[in-house]
């Protein structure tokens, strides 16, 4: 049993263990920062359009979190991760007592979105911040609502006030390596991150959030076994981590491990059965093992928890309802992507999918995108 220290309210001056509650936060959310990049290295397209250089045009996102009155904590406020998934850029933010927030000068691109809910848990949602969705002044504007009833059953939950004995162990040193490379990541230069990180590991080998990071930049130089090694030391350090699970589940299929990767993304689904990127990859599991009936299942249950959730199921959808002659299904789900993906790298190639199921100039079985 893993020991903690549970961290009080301070009535004044912030304690150093409230600061390092603090870090402990921040260290989760770099955490799910480094499973979503993980995420979107695995889920890209090969041909997908790089992150806009800087001084290319941006965009503002700008929008409400509604929640009901009685489940705003006093003195809390709602916190917001912007993850971009094609690169490292992540932006943060907190939003006023009305739930209302900005992120400005965003490029161009779909991105994942932790909303911390004090006293609630998270929610994670994808967001487009494309052209497509954009106003006259390049704002996007969006929407989260969220009853009584949906935080009680969808929010994830945040472990606070708690410090494990392993975390309190990891020197000084090890964290400033830490925090440089996170530094490093934000302005993508990754080799000098991952130089950071193996020093940290070096100086403190039970860092697991330095050795999930570490698999994640393996897995983007295409090192998948590497990053299956990384990710199970994490594991071994604590084996209910959940990034470093959920990631090595996606590791495991990079590699062919179909099998193995079933069990792994079966014990992440288990964990967090609201988590879209679970239930995608165990669908993924099942679609490249041929039971499409399972596969069926977990796809619909990723499009339920997050209808745009950058793993795309929409498009293994309708390769699944081709498959079983059910044409009309597949062009709803389709439909759906471009609706919500307007500006996708895919959006062409779904386009041109589609008129060749509605043109009727190839079989169902043609027209199937390769997903493989």
Known sequence: MKS?????????????MDRMAGRA????????????????????????????????????????????????????????????????FHVRTRADSK??????????????????????????????????????????????????????KEALPVIQGMVSVRQLSIPRKARREYSEARDDLRR????????HLEEAVEIAPQFLEALNYLGVLAYQRDEFALAENYFRQALQLDPEAYEPLVNLGGALLALGKTEEALEINRQAQTAQPQDALANSQ??????????????????????????????????????????????????????????????SPEAGSVRAMLARIRDGRESAASATVVFE
């Open 4 to 16: 903690h220290f549970r961290i009080g309210e301070s009535r004044g001056r912030p304690t150093s």
């Open 25 to 88: 936060f921040r260290r989760r959310v770099d955490r799910i920062v480094a499973m979503l990049l993980m995420a979107a290295a695995m889920w890209t397209s090969p041909g997908a359009a790089p992150a806009m250089a800087a001084g290319d045009e941006t965009l503002e996102l700008r929008g409400q979190v509604v929640i009901p009155p009685e489940a705003v904590l006093r003195g809390k406020r709602i916190s917001l991760t912007l993850v971009h998934i094609n690169t490292a």
């Open 99 to 152: 739930g209302r927030f900005r992120f400005k000068k965003i490029p161009p691109g779909t991105y994942g979105l932790l909303i911390v809910i004090p006293g609630a848990g998270e929610m994670r949602s994808t967001v487009d911040v494309t052209p497509a969705f954009a106003d006259e002044r390049g704002r996007v504007e969006k929407q989260f609502a969220y009853d009584a009833e949906t935080l009680a």
């Open 188 to 195: 993508h230069k990754v080799d000098s991150a991952r130089k």
């Open 282 to 343: 165990l669908g993924l599991s099942y679609y490249l093992l041929g039971n499409d009936e399972e596969a069926l299942n977990y796809f619909l249950l990723t499009t339920q928890i997050d209808p745009a959730h950058f793993t795309n199921p929409q498009i293994p959808l309708a390769n699944i309802y081709l498959r079983n002659s059910n044409e009309e299904a597949a062009i709803e789900e389709l439909e759906d992507f471009l609706e919500r993906h307007p500006d």
